[in-house]
């Protein structure tokens, strides 16, 4: 597809792990050209390679020698966007800092994503999703008011960063159109992990913050939260009025609804405890699959707590493309055989440029044919390989 909205973006993503890689996939789906650049030694896991590493092109290279360096630099010289997670420093040491690489592109967007950012008294720690989660009380909100801190099972910083910087990247691109410019966006998971947490964060004189493992793990309220049915659990939420009266009117809840103690809206945040404890046994008494169809005939939003198999079977998540694939169990001109393989969809529909279904490419695939755009002869390339700046046989299978 041709005309998505940073088609002609060339992006170079030397990230690891999940955050960077995340912005760089975003970017590929959106059109950008992103040549993935890693060393020999540090493959990357298969699992996640098929989630961000989809969309971009893969190139091997030896950046910390001189030839590999140069080589780095010549790419930069027609690129548009750097995305690196480097600890503060690091880059600099390399030789592809944000100043280095602005002196040789100065339209260059440089994308610096990591834990806790590049400044301050944190700026030099390492870390990772579960440190940015500890370090914003996001393990403390999950600890079920024990105490005991747990952590989110899902890397909601990793990928709101990714996301997040990916954003600022096209933001960045959008204002070099009027300035000719680049800059320098930085992005990090604890600012992430903040952000998400916001409630949290908001102190005003009439505001009463929640408490560490407050009723809020449960929902907001009696008609905003979860209930086990008799076979799975569901999240209810009728807190509106008008959902409220619907709700009042099913035969299952008419008698607690037409209580005194229920009787408005202030009575029923008053007495929020006890109507969760008369709600509690009369969803245990039916299925999910009965609530979900009696809640959508009342028009009061109500869903199943969804596990992964069933979210990977359910119609809706194939026609909305929240759920894609590609099957390579006959894909040519490759060293890996993943078989079927699926993964999350696209977070955003467009109905003029929708964001493309990216692939991941073969570990290294690649290599040869950028360092080719790039002008260099096959005699060149050999001299790379000899002196191990790239891997002497490519792709390599992970």
């Not at 992006?11 to 040549?35: K, M, N, S, W």
């Not at 030099?124 to 009380?137: I, K, Y």
């Not at 008494?285 to 199943?304: D, Q």
């Amino acid at each position: 597809m041709t005309n998505l909205p940073l088609t002609g973006i060339r992006v170079l993503d030397l990230c690891i792990v999940l955050a960077g890689p995340t912005c760089g996939r975003t970017l590929a789906q959106y059109g950008a050209e992103v040549i993935k650049i890693d060393p020999e030694h540090r493959p990357p896991q298969l699992t996640p390679w098929l989630d961000v590493g989809r969309g971009k092109r893969s190139v091997v290279l030896n950046i910390s020698t001189t030839d590999g360096l140069n080589t780095f630099l010549k790419l930069v010289d027609s690129a548009d966007v750097i995305l690196e997670g480097f600890r503060k420093g690091v880059a600099d040491r390399l030789g592809i800092g944000y100043k280095q690489l602005r002196a040789r592109n100065s339209g260059i967007v440089y994308a610096s994503i990591n834990c806790f950012g590049r400044s301050g008294p944190w700026e030099l720690r390492p870390g990772f999703e579960q440190n940015a989660q500890a370090a914003t009380g996001v393990q403390l909100r999950n600890s079920g008011g024990k105490g005991q801190p747990r952590p989110a099972t899902f890397t909601l910083n990793d990928y709101g960063t990714g996301i997040a910087a990916a954003s600022g990247v096209m933001m960045a691109l959008l204002e070099r159109e009027k300035t000719g410019k680049g800059q320098h966006v930085e992005a990090a998971l604890s600012h992430t992990s903040a952000t998400f947490s916001g409630p949290y964060h908001i102190t005003h004189e009439t505001y009463v913050r929640e408490d560490v493992g407050g009723p809020g793990l449960r929902g907001l309220s009696a008609l905003n939260g979860l209930y086990e049915s008799s076979d799975s659990w569901v999240f209810l939420n009728a807190s509106l009025t008008e959902q409220w009266l619907s709700f009042s009117n099913l035969a299952k809840f008419s008698e607690i609804a037409s209580m005194e103690v229920f009787s408005t809206e202030a009575l029923r945040s008053k007495n929020d405890v006890m109507l969760r404890k008369k709600l509690e046994p009369i969803f245990l008494s039916e299925s999910t699959a009965y609530w979900v169809n009696i809640m959508r005939s009342a028009g009061i939003p109500l869903v199943k707590n969804m596990t992964a198999a069933e979210i990977h079977e359910d119609e809706y998540n194939h026609i909305r493309g929240l759920i894609q694939g590609k099957d390579y169990s006959d894909s040519q001109n490759s060293k890996s055989s993943w078989g079927n393989t699926t993964w999350a969809g696209n977070p955003v529909i467009m109905s003029k440029t929708p964001l493309q279904d990216v692939s991941p490419s073969t570990f290294g695939a690649d290599t040869v044919a950028v360092l080719e755009e790039l002008g260099l002869k096959v005699e060149e390339i050999d001299q790379l390989r000899k002196k191990g700046v790239i891997p002497k046989h490519l792709p390599i299978n992970i």
